[in-house]
């Protein structure tokens, strides 16, 4: 019950609240900060989306930001997490589910992985496709940019994961997927398009 009722706190409360488009960015009252803590990260896949050939639908983020470096150009870092077995660092994703836009999955699961809000973006490219390590199925990845305005520090996954802030050069070496690098690629083009 008390998962049930965390679930659907969040789903009904808490998350429609980061996408209420009045809210200022700088408003994150400590109270919903801690309560973050307290959600339980969705399980199982009785809501999960697939597509027509079965590929499991999967959405993420890659957190970014800028940072000063001392001159008049500030440098792209991104957000990447630990797996959660411990094995390499990534950008957070998991599933889209039916109750949900695809936006929503992205933050929800940004949240409950890396324990950052903000702006969700447009997404990067179309999809994806990527086999699965545990198990022999294909999954359909979507990406998206989320301009960080917040970290938190209580989240639902913070027992189970690492943060760690990195260059893109940096993101690109330790990160062991493919179908994430050419996703950083599209956002670093698309950073560069805009900066000209």
């Known amino acids: 019950m008390g998962l049930l009722l965390s679930r659907n706190l969040a ?13 200022s960015k700088d408003l994150f009252p ?6 973050m803590c307290l959600v339980s990260p969705r399980t199982g896949r009785h809501l999960q989306r697939y597509d027509d050939k079965g590929c499991r639908q ?3 983020c890659i957190p970014y930001r800028y940072k000063s470096n001392g001159t008049q150009e500030k440098e792209l870092e991104v957000l990447v997490i630990s797996a959660q077995k411990g094995h390499g660092m990534q950008f957070p ?7 949900e836009s695809m936006e929503q999955a992205a933050l929800r699961e940004t949240i409950e992985e890396a324990g950052v809000v903000g702006s969700v973006e447009s997404k ?9 390590k545990r198990q022999p199925t294909i999954h ?12 938190l520090d209580n989240w ?21 997927y493919a179908w994430m690098k050419e996703a950083l690629d599209e956002l670093v083009n698309r950073q560069t398009q805009l900066a000209a």
């Not at 990067?124 to 699965?132: A, D, F, P, R, V």
């Open 93 to 99: 994703k998991g599933g889209w589910e039916t109750d």
């Open 124 to 132: 990067l490219g179309n999809k994806w496709y990527y086999k699965s």
């Open 58 to 60: 999967v959405v993420g």
């Open 156 to 176: 639902p996954e913070m027992n189970t994961r690492k943060r760690r802030w990195l260059t893109v050069a940096e993101a690109k070496e330790i990160c062991p």
């Open 11 to 23: 789903c009904k409360f808490i998350y429609p609240f980061l996408f209420y488009k009045k809210v």
């Open 140 to 151: 359909e990845a979507y990406m998206f940019p989320l301009l960080v305005s917040k970290e």
């Open 30 to 35: 400590i109270q919903l900060e801690n309560m």
